[in-house]
């Protein structure tokens, strides 16, 4: 029923810039808090950022000060602002709820952070 579409990944150099987004079909964002999660080749996923339907936001402590988690109900789409890019944030990143996750993650989108 609700799908998750990631996008806005890219190759960017160290210290650069990017700017996730993530598009549902649903107005999820208004009643589930939701985060972005990545997994780097031969890792486990792990959760970076997470928004509450309250507004709440909270980092894991490796992206503190250099992710921003947000979202925009109206237009159904969450974004995580990425700066101060490191070589250690290479991974593809993903959407999903934080409670109850939907099974059936979405393609992600890659972040690559290389010189």
């Known amino acids: 029923q609700v799908q998750l579409v990631e996008s806005g990944g890219g190759l960017v150099q160290p210290g650069g810039s990017l700017r996730l987004s993530c598009a549902a079909s649903?107005?999820?964002?208004?009643?589930?808090?939701m985060g972005w999660y990545r997994q780097a080749p031969g890792k486990q996923r792990e959760l970076v950022a997470s928004?509450?339907?309250?507004?709440?936001?909270a980092y894991a402590d490796s992206v503190k000060g250099r992710f921003t988690i947000s979202r925009d109900n109206a237009k159904n789409t969450m974004y995580l602002q990425m700066n101060s890019l490191k070589p250690e944030d290479t991974a593809v990143y993903y959407c999903?709820?934080?409670?109850?996750?939907?099974?059936?993650w979405g393609q992600g989108t890659q972040v690559t952070v290389s010189s």
């Open positions: 649903g107005s999820i964002f208004r009643i589930n808090a």
């Open positions: 928004i509450t339907s309250g507004g709440s936001t």
């Open positions: 999903n709820k934080i409670r109850d996750l939907y099974p059936y």
